[in-house]
């Protein structure tokens, strides 16, 4: 258990340093087993552990970069997550380290491996092999060299577009198209004399601006302060990351970064992706350019110019959806109040998968805001299977996306108990208002059900090593289970079981209903 209210700068760093001994020492153990005694359970369960500390540090830790409001923890976090990051690295990069395995490899228990021992053993070697380890030491070492810049590139990266804070300061005559109660939530400017209002790069802020603001110019504003989120540095960043991993992929033998990633992917070669994506793309084509005539012929009618610029595409797709669909998102917000939702996934949830969440009272929380829940089986008894964390309305500073957060992985203990997972949602939904509740645009109830589909992935998770655990799988699988959950957010039925207007208590009405699904 963590103590987020005790957490200081001092004591966050203490506690990775901490972790990153204990794993040096467990590891200094491994590597001093004599080769003759080496088995799976000294080699591999005992190197899992060993990770595992410094795993459940960063998943207690290096998260608060996400998420502390206090900027002194975040920044030590922040280095925190990036020294582990490196940690990691040089793990994979220990020819001690190598020998232990490769000594294990050897033997005849080795040899008589099956199912996932196995594949944790075949993937391993993939790995040291992936690292160089099959190069002259002195390629090996400009690998292991790169490898570490890329992780430094990208914490820099990600922080220069996490701080990034940017808005266009606007009179309200100029937020035509823009409901009272979406304007009422925006931060007021005295400028000039005059009230002037504060449209961010936040979601529940851009988003709605750039589907509904009439001023063409103002959307052409915000969206390219949007597009240059961090700035002509995070240019260079991302050119010498590029760079990098040319440089690494062509070490290694391989004929690009691309084919290097897609070998541990389910796709395995970098032609099946290729192929994949021609063929996506030329079935795509006629529909992309149908629906383009139709937003410019729109726009013509209604404005006179058929030009479709990227910053009038969110605008016309949605005037259409008003006009020729009656598809209305604020109406729609109306009937998705956030507590509504959450009650209706928690619903198709439990019923689904035969699993019971309740509130966790005493989970240790970073945030006020943030609410916690145990996952039980619907059918067995007493201890929960996992626990998960919402972290639901933007702060400043806080990790700007929707997105699902391992804190500690499931993995069969050596003692043959399981460990429990835990993880988070962190998102960014509109926040309430006097006036009114969290309501939740429709594209916001997907993305609510889509992260907590990661979540269910970790938590019903049975896997015995964190190489396989949850959502750490091929990573062109892990959106499956996610993509899935947002099926029901389009169903007729489990809508009106949840949906239910933020004042009359009503479910989203048939007609609108089917507007949407049309508009699809
Ligand atoms: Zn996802």
């Not at 369960?45 to 459940?56: G, K, N, R, T």
């Not at 998420?67 to 990051?85: F, P």
Request: proline share 5%.
């Amino acid at each position: 258990m963590i103590d987020y209210q005790q957490l200081t700068p001092e004591s966050l760093a203490q506690a990775c340093q901490d972790a990153i001994n204990a794993c040096d020492d467990a590891i200094a153990a491994i590597v001093a087993t004599p080769a003759d005694e080496r088995t799976f359970a000294n080699t591999f369960v005992a190197l899992e552990s060993a990770v595992d500390i410094v795993h459940q540090a960063s998943g207690k830790y290096a998260f608060m970069s996400h998420v502390s409001d206090d900027d002194a923890l975040r920044e030590t976090a922040r280095d925190w997550d990036e020294r582990i990051g490196k940690y990691a690295v040089q793990l994979g990069f220990r020819e001690d380290l190598y020998a232990a395995v490769k000594e294990f490899a050897a033997t005849p228990e080795a040899a008589s491996l099956a199912g996932e021992e196995a594949r944790l053993l075949e993937f391993t070697l993939r790995d040291y092999r992936r690292n160089g380890f099959e190069l002259p030491k002195e390629q090996r070492e400009q690998v292991q060299a790169l490898m570490n810049r890329l992780v430094e590139l990208g914490t820099e990266f990600r922080k220069a577009i996490d701080t990034w804070d940017d808005a266009i300061v606007v009179p309200r005559e100029q937020l035509a198209g823009m409901p009272d109660r979406w304007i009422d939530g925006l931060r007021r400017v005295e400028e000039d004399g005059a009230t002037k209002y504060r449209v961010s790069l936040d979601y529940p802020e851009i988003m709605p601006f750039m589907d509904n603001a009439d001023s063409g110019e103002l959307r052409r504003e915000l969206f390219l302060k949007n597009q240059n989120k961090g700035g002509e540095p995070n240019v260079k960043v991302l050119e010498e990351a590029i760079a990098v991993r040319s440089r690494i992929a062509q070490l290694l033998g391989y004929d690009s970064w691309a084919a290097y990633v897609v070998e541990k992917r389910m796709a395995k070669e970098r032609g099946h992706v290729d192929r994949f994506l021609r063929d996506f793309g030329e079935r795509l084509a006629p529909k992309a350019e149908a629906d383009m005539a139709v937003l410019s012929r729109a726009k013509q009618q209604h404005a006179g110019d058929a030009t479709l610029h990227i910053w009038d595409w969110w605008y016309e797709t949605n005037r259409l959806l008003k006009t020729d669909y009656a598809v209305d998102d604020f109406a729609i917000a109306e009937y998705f109040p956030l507590q509504a939702c959450l009650d209706g996934l928690f619903l198709v949830t439990q019923d689904l998968l035969g699993i019971r969440y309740e509130p966790a009272a005493d989970a240790p929380r970073w945030h006020a805001d943030v609410q916690a829940f145990d996952v039980f089986d619907a059918n067995g008894g007493g201890e929960p299977l996992a626990r998960f964390y919402m972290d639901l309305y933007p702060r400043p500073n806080k990790f700007g996306h929707a997105a699902a957060f391992t804190l500690r992985s499931g993995r069969r203990l050596p003692d043959g108990s399981y460990q429990r997972p835990v993880s988070a949602i962190v998102a960014n939904f509109t926040k309430p208002t006097p006036e009114a509740p969290s309501l939740l645009r429709h594209t916001e109830v997907v993305t609510l059900f889509h992260e907590f589909g990661h979540i269910l992935h970790q938590t019903l998770t049975t896997a015995r090593f964190l190489e396989f655990s949850g959502t750490s799988t091929e990573r062109d699988f892990v959106e499956a289970p996610s993509q899935m959950l947002e099926h029901w957010v389009w169903d007729r039925d489990v809508l009106r079981r949840f949906s239910r207007h933020h004042k009359t208590g009503e479910p989203l009405p048939d007609e609108l209903l089917d507007a949407m699904i049309r508009a699809k």
